[in-house]
């Protein structure tokens, strides 16, 4: 008697998960989002019409901050902050300009703050009342056009949620009456309204740390988005949904903002930072000083990189659709490394050895040793490529961690230069051509190929 197995994914039918974290964190990591690394975060809502401190502004106004009192009544006196909605008109804002300088900085998926923490909605959610972006303001559906512009540029489109709506009355009743009505008839509503209507590859997940995941009922929307929902099969979440949850679930952590831990870890990560230091929010006031250089985001995105993690990018628009002169040369510079050199960045690995100094850092690809979650890589010397991230140097860069073969080859990547090398005292030295042939001026990146690599594996934290 004959007898086979039929496979579910070779048939592409799709398991069914659990409301249970066991089930939930058993499902596996949609490849793309290993692969693409690199991310922008947009933070837009009424808070940049005040533009002030950042976009906990409404917060820290219904708190009697001094100075944010002071600031209002001088620039917006006898209005409420529901009065602000109305300005928020995106009245110079194009959606396919705006996805063209997301294009620029070589990110492969973006994020959008559909709902921060005020409440107001980026879409005509039906829950929202008149506190959306199609009743109030610019009288326009922003993540639908954002939507649609981003996807024709070829990047993932995400989808940032908050859980919590700071003074929404159904929230406040729930905190005190131990009830359960605002996520049911607001938060899981508006979620599933994204889902169903704009389809997201990213549902990043805030606003959740005042309640546990029983309140939110977010092992329920997840076992539904993962197993009926139009993106099951390719959606992404990150792991803040509710008291106890953060860094432990979640398709990756993201744990606090800014997450960085220092080594690999067992889980897919990701570090989300904002190019201006003080808010994720647009601020009238920033200064110069105040935004991450390029030579700063580099070398925060080679260490990302060399230790498993993805980088998500923050920028604050101003009320009027516009990304600030200063952002947009930013992403525009920081996109000419990411292009020069996207062969040693997406769909890259860990290597065996993260780093041997600050300024020297690797990935590496592997022919034929890659296989589901892991992200990290074992290594055998005839499949892998290394590439060596250098963020200062000298005329020449000696890199003590890479065994030389006789065939060994290194090149300057983002341009056809194979580099003279010699090996003296065991020690491979690389010679580097003039600076004026380099592809960008804070940070290069060394192609190795055909070098012997130790039979070793890298230690991998279950802490973080």
């Known amino acids: ?50 533009a002030y401190k950042s976009e906990w502004i409404w917060s820290y106004w219904h708190d009697n901050n001094t100075d944010v009192v002071n600031y209002m009544n001088k620039n917006f006196p006898g209005l409420s902050y529901a009065d602000l909605g109305a300005k ?17 900085s070589g990110a ?45 540029e070829d990047i993932h489109f995400g989808t940032y949620f908050s859980q919590f709506d700071w003074f929404h ?76 949850v953060p860094q432990h679930h979640g398709s990756f952590i993201s744990g606090p903002d800014k997450f960085m831990p220092g080594h690999l870890i067992k889980k897919k990560w990701e570090s ?50 516009n990304i600030s002169p200063i952002f ?34 690797y990935t590496s690809k592997a022919n034929d040793l890659l296989s589901g979650n892991d992200y990290f890589n074992p290594q055998i010397e005839a499949v892998t490529t290394v590439y060596a991230f250098l963020l200062d140097w000298d005329d020449t860069v000696q890199l003590k961690l890479i065994k030389p073969t006789d065939n060994i080859k290194v090149t300057l990547l983002g341009t056809s230069i194979t580099l003279k090398t010699t090996v003296k005292g065991g020690v491979f030295t690389v010679f580097l051509p003039s600076e004026k042939k380099f592809p960008h001026k804070d940070a290069i990146v060394l192609k190795i190929e055909n070098a012997k690599t130790d039979k070793y594996l890298p230690n991998v934290h279950d802490h973080f």
């Open 108 to 152: 492969k998926y973006f994020v959008i703050t559909t709902k921060h923490h005020e409440g107001y909605t980026l879409w005509p959610s039906s829950t929202s009342f008149n506190w959306n972006s199609v009743d109030l303001g610019s009288h326009r559906d922003l993540v639908g056009e954002l939507k649609e512009a981003i996807v024709k």
């Open 328 to 361: 947009e040369d930013r992403l525009r510079d920081i996109g000419r490394f990411v292009n020069a050199n996207s062969e040693a960045i997406f769909e890259t690995k860990p290597w065996i050895y993260q780093n041997e100094s600050e300024t020297i850092w």
């Open 1 to 50: 008697m004959n007898s086979f197995i039929i496979w579910p994914c070779i048939l592409g039918l799709s398991l069914a998960y659990t409301p249970d974290w066991d089930s939930l964190d058993s499902r596996p990591l949609p490849a793309w989002y290993d692969a693409d690394k690199f991310g922008i975060f947009c933070h837009w809502g009424v808070f940049s019409v005040p």
């Open 169 to 244: 009355p159904l929230y406040l009743n729930d905190k005190n009456e131990a009830t359960r009505k605002y996520p049911d008839q607001v938060s899981l509503v508006q979620m599933k309204e994204l889902i169903n209507n704009y389809k997201p590859d990213v549902l990043w997940s805030d606003g959740d740390w005042e309640r546990g995941d029983f309140y939110w009922s977010s092992k329920e929307f997840l076992a539904w988005l993962f197993t009926d929902s139009p993106v099951k099969d390719t959606i992404v979440v990150n792991d803040r949904w509710g008291i106890g």
């Open 88 to 104: 928020f008109t995106a009245a110079d804002f194009n959606a396919e300009t705006f996805a063209s300088i997301i294009k620029s």
């Open 272 to 321: 989300c930072t904002t190019l201006d230091r003080e808010s994720w929010g647009y601020r009238r006031n920033m200064r110069s000083s105040d935004v991450l250089t390029t030579k700063e985001v580099i070398t925060l995105l080679t260490q990302v990189l060399a230790w498993g993690g993805n980088l998500l990018l923050n920028i604050g628009p101003d009320h009027l659709g």
